[in-house]
Protein backbone atom coordinates (compact mmCIF):
# COMPACT_ATOMS: atom_id res chain seq x y z
CA UNK A 1 0.00 0.00 0.00
CA UNK A 2 1.48 3.48 -0.88
CA UNK A 3 1.44 6.15 2.10
CA UNK A 4 1.41 8.90 -0.39
CA UNK A 5 -0.71 10.40 -2.85
CA UNK A 6 -1.44 13.71 -4.27
CA UNK A 7 -1.41 16.51 -1.37
CA UNK A 8 -0.24 20.05 -1.31
CA UNK A 9 1.89 21.35 1.50
CA UNK A 10 2.83 25.18 3.25
CA UNK A 11 6.56 25.74 3.26
CA UNK A 12 8.94 27.01 5.03
CA UNK A 13 7.60 25.15 7.97
CA UNK A 14 9.60 23.54 10.74
CA UNK A 15 9.08 21.30 14.03
CA UNK A 16 8.73 22.78 17.88
CA UNK A 17 12.00 22.36 19.68
CA UNK A 18 11.09 19.18 21.08
CA UNK A 19 10.26 17.29 17.18
CA UNK A 20 7.80 15.54 15.84
CA UNK A 21 9.51 12.38 15.05
CA UNK A 22 6.17 10.17 16.25
CA UNK A 23 3.77 12.28 14.35
CA UNK A 24 3.47 11.14 11.10
CA UNK A 25 0.26 10.68 9.97
CA UNK A 26 -1.34 12.87 12.20
CA UNK A 27 -2.79 15.95 12.38
CA UNK A 28 -1.14 19.01 13.90
CA UNK A 29 -1.84 22.67 13.54
CA UNK A 30 0.14 25.97 13.58
CA UNK A 31 1.86 27.31 16.82
CA UNK A 32 1.93 30.85 17.56
CA UNK A 33 5.59 31.17 16.97
CA UNK A 34 5.87 31.87 13.29
CA UNK A 35 6.95 29.32 11.17
CA UNK A 36 6.24 26.35 13.49
CA UNK A 37 3.75 23.37 13.69
CA UNK A 38 2.93 21.60 17.11
CA UNK A 39 0.95 18.20 18.15
CA UNK A 40 -2.63 19.61 17.87
CA UNK A 41 -3.04 19.47 21.69
CA UNK A 42 -7.20 19.29 22.69
CA UNK A 43 -9.20 19.64 19.81
CA UNK A 44 -12.69 18.80 19.18
CA UNK A 45 -15.42 18.96 17.02
CA UNK A 46 -17.52 21.49 18.43
CA UNK A 47 -14.42 23.79 19.20
CA UNK A 48 -13.07 26.10 16.83
CA UNK A 49 -9.29 25.15 16.60
CA UNK A 50 -8.08 28.87 16.99
CA UNK A 51 -5.33 28.17 14.74
CA UNK A 52 -4.67 25.99 11.11
CA UNK A 53 -5.07 22.30 10.75
CA UNK A 54 -3.11 20.01 8.56
CA UNK A 55 -1.60 16.51 8.45
CA UNK A 56 2.20 16.05 9.21
CA UNK A 57 3.56 13.89 6.65
CA UNK A 58 6.81 12.79 7.57
CA UNK A 59 8.78 12.74 10.73
CA UNK A 60 10.56 15.32 11.61
CA UNK A 61 13.15 15.58 14.68
CA UNK A 62 13.76 19.13 16.81
CA UNK A 63 13.32 22.01 14.53
CA UNK A 64 13.43 19.84 11.28
CA UNK A 65 11.37 20.82 8.12
CA UNK A 66 7.77 19.69 8.36
CA UNK A 67 6.03 18.05 5.58
CA UNK A 68 2.44 19.81 6.55
CA UNK A 69 -0.30 19.06 3.95
CA UNK A 70 -2.67 21.36 3.98
CA UNK A 71 -4.81 20.47 0.98
CA UNK A 72 -5.33 17.01 -1.41
CA UNK A 73 -5.57 13.16 -0.55
CA UNK A 74 -3.07 12.26 2.79
CA UNK A 75 -2.92 9.55 5.03
CA UNK A 76 -3.81 9.32 8.79
CA UNK A 77 -3.54 7.30 11.73
CA UNK A 78 -7.60 6.79 12.84
CA UNK A 79 -8.26 6.43 16.56
CA UNK A 80 -11.45 5.13 16.55
CA UNK A 81 -12.97 1.58 14.12
CA UNK A 82 -16.24 3.55 14.06
CA UNK A 83 -14.64 6.33 11.06
CA UNK A 84 -17.09 5.04 7.66
CA UNK A 85 -16.50 5.96 3.76
CA UNK A 86 -17.60 9.41 3.98
CA UNK A 87 -17.80 10.87 7.41
CA UNK A 88 -16.80 14.27 8.03
CA UNK A 89 -13.15 13.28 9.73
CA UNK A 90 -11.26 15.81 12.77
CA UNK A 91 -8.74 15.70 15.26
CA UNK A 92 -8.60 14.26 18.46
CA UNK A 93 -6.04 15.48 21.38
CA UNK A 94 -3.76 13.20 19.93
CA UNK A 95 -3.78 14.40 16.68
CA UNK A 96 -5.52 10.95 15.17
CA UNK A 97 -8.33 10.97 12.70
CA UNK A 98 -11.96 10.74 14.34
CA UNK A 99 -15.46 11.25 12.87
CA UNK A 100 -16.68 14.38 13.53
CA UNK A 101 -19.83 13.46 14.88
CA UNK A 102 -23.11 15.01 13.32
CA UNK A 103 -23.58 17.97 15.42
CA UNK A 104 -24.47 20.88 13.36
CA UNK A 105 -22.45 23.78 12.97
CA UNK A 106 -19.14 21.73 13.98
CA UNK A 107 -15.83 21.60 12.54
CA UNK A 108 -14.26 19.10 10.74
CA UNK A 109 -10.92 18.84 8.23
CA UNK A 110 -11.63 16.51 5.65
CA UNK A 111 -13.70 13.29 4.46
CA UNK A 112 -12.83 9.84 4.85
CA UNK A 113 -12.47 8.11 1.67
CA UNK A 114 -11.69 4.76 3.52
CA UNK A 115 -13.16 3.04 6.41
CA UNK A 116 -11.40 2.49 9.79
CA UNK A 117 -11.61 -1.15 10.67
CA UNK A 118 -10.06 -0.79 14.16
CA UNK A 119 -8.12 1.43 15.95
CA UNK A 120 -4.60 2.83 14.64
CA UNK A 121 -5.70 1.95 10.88
CA UNK A 122 -4.29 4.03 8.63
CA UNK A 123 -7.44 5.73 6.33
CA UNK A 124 -7.27 8.01 3.69
CA UNK A 125 -8.56 11.15 3.98
CA UNK A 126 -9.82 14.23 1.41
CA UNK A 127 -8.69 17.28 2.93
CA UNK A 128 -11.01 20.66 2.77
CA UNK A 129 -8.40 22.69 2.15
CA UNK A 130 -8.93 25.57 4.94
CA UNK A 131 -7.87 23.97 8.06
CA UNK A 132 -10.92 23.05 9.31
CA UNK A 133 -14.50 23.87 8.40
CA UNK A 134 -17.96 24.23 9.56
CA UNK A 135 -20.95 21.97 8.73
Excluded: H, W
Excluded at 39 to 45: C, D, Q, V, W
Excluded at 49 to 54: N, R
Excluded at 107 to 131: E, M, Q, Y
Aim: glycine share 14%; net charge neutral.
Amino acid sequence: MAYTTDYKCIPGLTANSTGLASSQFLFGKLASTAGKVIAPGTLNSTSNPGTYLGVIMNAPGALEEVEFADQGIVKVIAATSTIVIGDRVYSNSTGKATDAGTTDNGFFIGRALTAAGAVSDLITVKLNGNGGARY
